[in-house]
């Protein structure tokens, strides 16, 4: 069972901006900024999207941005296109030295 | 950039145990950790724990204290991951990944399945 939570799933039509929600405690996403995103396509390893829960790393398309308040960081997909749809994990550091995931939000593009 | 590629896929019955090894290449190894995070059939992503290439330290999810051991060579940049006393719910793939330290993931190995059968 997952410390964090996230929503099972977001649909949307190509053009259309979603966003993920994944909240956790002052423990973990309210106490750091050190909150990821991982986009994982059906049989393929997980690609980081999103770090430090705002940073983009290099190659990652600017359609994808970061934010968090409080116990909830959230990934925004703008302009949806249908290479867009896979399944999406945020991770957070934790006070106690660990990592831990939210249980994934399957995009589906309409 | 840098990359990591793991060992091949193992089948090992209930009670055995599985060593999975990561090498990294392309950047240095103790500049950063090694998280290691599995995938059960058709769920999610769980992380097991990480170690610290620059100095050994390791942490681990309370799940698997006390099952899972974490270590790494230096000298060839290699990364492993034993998890003891398998059980059929230990199917997955294992997926090793470098650690930035405070928690990010990037690159991931291609991915071990490790199946656990009678």
């Known amino acids: 069972q997952s410390a964090l939570t996230q929503p099972a799933s977001v649909s949307a039509s190509p053009g259309q901006s979603i966003t993920i929600s994944c909240t956790g405690t002052s423990s973990d996403v309210g106490g750091y900024n050190y909150v990821s995103w991982y986009q994982q396509h059906p049989g393929k390893a997980p690609k980081l999207m999103i770090y430090d829960v705002s940073d983009r790393p290099s190659g990652v398309s600017d359609r994808f941005s970061g934010s968090k308040s409080g116990n909830t960081a959230s990934l925004t997909i703008s302009g949806l296109q249908a290479e867009d749809e896979a399944d999406y994990y945020c991770?957070?550091?934790?006070?106690?030295?660990?990592?831990?995931f939210g249980p994934g939000t399957k995009v589906t593009v309409l | 950039q840098g990359q990591l590629v793991q060992s091949g896929a193992e089948v090992k019955k209930p009670g055995a145990s599985v060593t999975v090894s990561c090498k990294a290449s392309?950047?240095?190894?103790?500049?950063?950790?090694i998280s290691w995070v599995r995938q059960a059939p058709g769920q999610g992503l769980e992380w097991m724990g990480w170690?610290?290439?620059?100095?050994?330290?390791?942490d681990y999810a309370q799940k698997f204290q006390g099952r899972v051991t974490m270590s790494m060579d230096t000298s060839t940049s290699t990364a492993y991951m034993d998890l003891r006393s398998l059980r059929s719910d230990d199917t997955a793939v294992y997926y090793c990944a470098r650690d930035g330290v405070w928690g990010w993931f990037d690159p991931w190995g291609q991915g071990t399945l490790v199946t656990v059968s009678p």
């Open positions: 392309g950047y240095t190894f103790t500049t950063y950790g």
């Open positions: 170690i610290a290439a620059y100095n050994g330290h390791t």
């Open positions: 991770s957070s550091y934790t006070s106690s030295s660990t990592r831990v």
